[in-house]
């Protein structure tokens, strides 16, 4: 048996917080129901997607459900070829799908619209709104200005079309060095908007690209190439983060300028930001790259790679990105919301198991040797379709050692000299004797058990207050477990003296060997979820190899016990 996937990613919870922009969309198809809902979900490929990404993929795919031809693309914005790789293209396609969601027809690409581009911006030289600057980079940074000072035309502002078209054509031909030329829209040097001082559309980079190869020379800036891609693929909404609204005025003006019909519309929407979480991917770079983490799709990356090989089932992270809704603002989001989708789910969706991970023997002394007690133990506490299977109680068996005290304060309802537990599914045990070796440490635990409580209460009418998990000694299969905590201590890793490197947790990875759980586990693959009662949900990572089990600890359940001896200290 495996955990059942609830995967289907239409089903939208009601109860979720309005947000403007399905609202707006919802008044459009109030309005029309014809109307066409055209999204888009336009990625750099130039690193993993993290969870960030997938608010942004929730609200696309979302808004194009709402009408029945509604469409959402992949497209990939690869218009700098110096950062992106085709493993990038691969790992947000694969991302995309595990989350659930399917975009209309093949994936794009902006590279695809590289000649449409070109012509466009011959097209705009034609008509006097571009022209070649030969001016270096840094004199054009200069001669744009800032907000307090005023910009300078470029002595090349006045080229003739002529002039301008035949160096564009040897610009796209290869003939000149990087940085030689590059082509400005003409717009205005005095404007306000610093952006529409005479912004760059092409810029020279003699860099083979993961799609095209060498076939371009010029590369398109992305302010030219993204409205356009828009505007090709006939998106109707096209939605980004709010750094990209003192974009909008040069979007509007390119689409304007070139009559496009008909044409998209921006809107943003604030960026998702988690508490103890870095979300930008230059910083996850940095973290793979200078080895803080063993990869791009570590359990403690907040990539959709590293969430997945965790354990984050998809729906949580659906459900996460409809509760935190969109609005006009940033705004950090405590991380513990994440967690709690993540309980929600995997609480539905995993089978029960024990499995101990500090193990202490225990030998129950009124059980003799070779004694096998088979109970039928079922797998999930509320959906008997999980089924169940049998657990088996042998003369001697691990328990966890945060399970016995010597001398057990108030209200810890575990073992202790003389204590009666039940154990998880089986008969009551006593605790005669705690044996230890010379450094005072204890070595085993000798018990009694009492086969009149097997799957009952005794007729005396004794009770225990505590059920503690276990398994048996002889069976049960060994295991490592990697038991991971917030990758950074500070809930704002980016605030602060230093950088957010420095606010790393030394302890966001334990690794535990020698567990113990039990055999129903043995033959478990990558992936496969389960919680180990008490303990927390489990998943199988893909290290894990049959003799050599590996599960990541997805997350933990609130340890009750773990929360009085905190409050009362
Ligand atoms: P980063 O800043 O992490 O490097 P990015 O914005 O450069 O990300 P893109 O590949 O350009 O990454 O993003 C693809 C889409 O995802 C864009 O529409 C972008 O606005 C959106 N997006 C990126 N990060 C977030 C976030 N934290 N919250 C919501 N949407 C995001
Ligand atoms: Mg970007």
Known sequence: MSAKSHDNASERADDNPPNFI????EELLARDPNARVATRFPPEPNGYLH??????????????????????????????PATEETEYVESIKADVQWLGYTWSGEPRYASDYFEQLFQWAIDLIKAGHA???????????????????EGVQSPFRDRSVEENL????????????DGAHVLRAKIDMASKDVKLRDPLMYRIRKTPHHRTGDAWPIYPMYDWAHGQSDAIERITHSLCTLEFQNHRPLYDWFLDTLAVDPRPRQTEFGRLNLSYTVLSKRKLQRLVNDKHVHGWDDPRMPTIAGLRRRGVPPAAIRAFCERVGVSRRDGVVDVSLLEYYIREE????????????????????????????????????????????????????????????????????RLGPGREVRLRYGPFLRCIEAVKDDQGEITELRCTWDPETLGQNPPDGRKVKGTIHWVSASL??????????????????NAGDGEFIDRLNPESLTVVRGCKVEPSLASRTSGEQVQFERTGYFTVDPDSRPGALVFNRTIALKDSWAKISKKSK
């Open 51 to 80: 969870i960030g990404h997938a608010k942004s993929i929730v609200l696309n795919f979302g808004l194009a459900a709402l009408c029945p031809q509604g469409t959402c693309n992949l497209r990939f914005d690869d218009t700098n």
């Open 346 to 413: 995997l609480n539905r969706t995993s089978p029960r198991v024990l499995a101990v991970l500090d193990p202490l023997k225990v030998v129950i002394t009124n059980l003799e040797e070779g004694a096998a007690i088979e109970v039928d133990a079922p797998l999930h506490p509320t959906d008997p379709s999980y089924g169940s299977r049998t657990l088996t109680l042998t003369r001697e068996i691990f328990i966890d050692r945060a399970d016995f005290m010597e001398d057990p304060p108030k209200k810890y309802y």
């Open 131 to 149: 022209y070649v600057d030969s001016q270096s980079l840094e004199e054009i940074r200069e001669g744009r200005g800032d907000f307090h000072k």
């Open 166 to 177: 035949d160096l564009f054509t040897r610009m796209r031909e290869g003939e000149f060095e």
């Open 22 to 25: 399905r609202e707006m969309v």
């Open 476 to 493: 049960a299969a060994d295991a490592e477990v990697r038991l991971y905590d917030r990758l950074f201590s500070a809930e704002d890793p």
